[in-house]
């Protein structure tokens, strides 16, 4: 049975560090990766999605990496604001459709 | 519309109740699925559709839990005599049937049951 797993639960710097968010996950035969952010009392915005095939994506300031082989996928990102305080989430699926999560990271940014 | 939208986003129910949650997906997405997320937790999968069948429900925690797509557009999640453990974010996600099959999420229904 798939599981994932967040590291840590939560986070909290100061405004523009650089910071590594991480996701782990114990059954390497995935179908897509993708990070999700989450404001309170909101629903999920797309961040990232991850093919199996590939090995990071990038949009702007975030950049997602995946390794496959051991179960790993973090998300940096870069000289952190203020407006970037959230749950980020990050969620696999296997081949089949439905979306297994962790249970995220809490990230407070500092101003 | 441009994105997935659900209705009611906040519903207060008393034990007992029974409550209907509506999701709209993305025009022309064939999948439909719905998550739970409890308070602290990440979403949870409860159910899937592809058009009008319920190909997996095997994420519905018990009987009291329905979900229907009857013309492959429209969803409704049903939970008859809701308990307090219902109390959640009820999420709802559309996507295409090809790759990368990305899932579109909706703003959720905040259920709490008194």
């Known amino acids: 049975k798939q599981e994932v797993t967040q590291i840590p639960a939560a986070l909290s710097v100061p405004e523009g560090e650089n910071l590594v968010l991480n996701c782990s996950f114990t059954d390497s035969a995935i179908y897509n990766l993708q990070w999700f952010r989450q404001d309170p009392g909101k629903g999920l915005t797309s961040l990232l999605l991850i093919q199996s095939s590939q090995r990071e994506q990038t949009s702007g300031r975030l950049n997602a990496s995946l390794d496959k082989s051991s179960g790993r996928s973090t998300l940096y990102i870069a000289a952190s604001q203020p407006g970037d305080s959230a749950t980020y989430l990050c969620?696999?699926?296997?081949?089949?459709?439905?979306?297994?999560f962790g249970t995220g990271t809490r990230l407070k940014v500092l101003a | 519309g441009a994105g997935v939208s659900q209705s009611p986003r906040y519903k207060v129910a008393k034990r007992g109740q029974d409550v209907a949650l509506r999701c709209d997906p993305i025009s022309g997405h064939v999948s439909l699925f719905w998550y739970q997320q409890a308070l602290g937790q990440g979403p949870e999968f409860l159910t899937y559709f592809q058009n009008e069948a319920q190909l997996d429900k095997s994420g519905l925690p018990s009987d009291r839990f329905f979900a229907e797509r009857p013309e492959g557009s429209v969803s409704t999640l049903k939970i008859q005599r809701t308990q307090q453990e219902d109390s959640a974010v009820y999420l709802c996600?559309?996507?295409?049937?090809?790759?990368?099959?990305?899932?579109?999420f909706g703003p959720g229904t905040r259920l709490t049951v008194l």
């Open positions: 969620a696999v699926t296997s081949g089949t459709y439905k979306y297994i």
């Open positions: 996600a559309s996507s295409l049937e090809r790759l990368p099959n990305e899932q579109f």
